[in-house]
């Protein structure tokens, strides 16, 4: 289980994931959800904070990267497990269930949560309304996402070697060939990026 709290927080203001919600850290949230779920729980930092960040003592720290795509990559150096679940601790209201479900590959690579596309969407150019994009089979991905660990490690070797950023680990996948499936996620598992999230909370 790799848990990313490694963000600089620029888009927020400050670094989100030591907010206090409902008495605790939001990153504590993810971390005892999943705490008994998996044999080992790795929690990504940014460097700076991992020797200040208190953890229980299943937990194992490591540094970060700059981008995501690189606290991923740091965090599966640090396991040798088949099946690796890479979550953001930005979504503190993933429920367990979520957790388990991604986590039973069965014949693929990788799976991820996600829910149907429920607005119309609009593409705009200089603020103007361009056309109206068809949602028929529009998705929005969630985390926690599962992968093959081995699976996953090549396909980051790969995009490291290219200069290739991903939004996410499954389009890693889907770049180098790789079958992910989908679960139904949750309309609760909201990610907090901008403070105007807060109040959602």
């Known amino acids: 289980m790799i848990l990313l709290a490694g963000g600089e927080g620029k888009r927020f203001g400050f670094k989100k994931q030591y907010l206090e919600l409902k008495g605790k850290p939001i990153y504590m949230h993810s971390v005892e959800k999943v705490i ?18 208190k953890v229980p003592s299943k937990v194992r720290k490591v540094g970060g990267g700059k981008e995501r795509q690189n606290s991923v990559f740091e965090g599966l150096l640090c396991t040798e497990a088949d099946v690796v679940v890479v979550h953001d601790c930005a979504r503190p209201f993933a429920s ?7 986590s039973e590959l069965g014949e693929f690579e990788g799976k991820i949560c996600a829910i149907p596309v429920r607005d119309t969407l609009k593409q ?5 309304v361009v056309r109206t994009v068809d949602r028929t089979g529009l998705w929005h991905a969630q985390t926690p996402q599962g992968f093959l660990r081995k699976v996953l490690l090549e396909c980051h070797l790969r995009a ?17 060939g790789y079958k992910v499936a989908v679960v139904m996620g949750e309309l609760s598992n909201i990610k907090i990026t901008f403070p105007e999230d807060l109040f959602l909370f």
């Open 124 to 128: 705009v150019s200089e603020g103007m």
């Open 36 to 53: 008994d779920l998996f044999d080992e729980v790795i929690l990504v930092l940014p460097k700076e904070d991992v020797e200040k960040v």
């Open 96 to 102: 367990r269930e979520l957790f388990l479900k991604v």
């Open 160 to 176: 490291r070697a290219e200069g290739f950023y991903a939004t996410d680990d499954a389009m890693l996948l889907e770049r180098y």
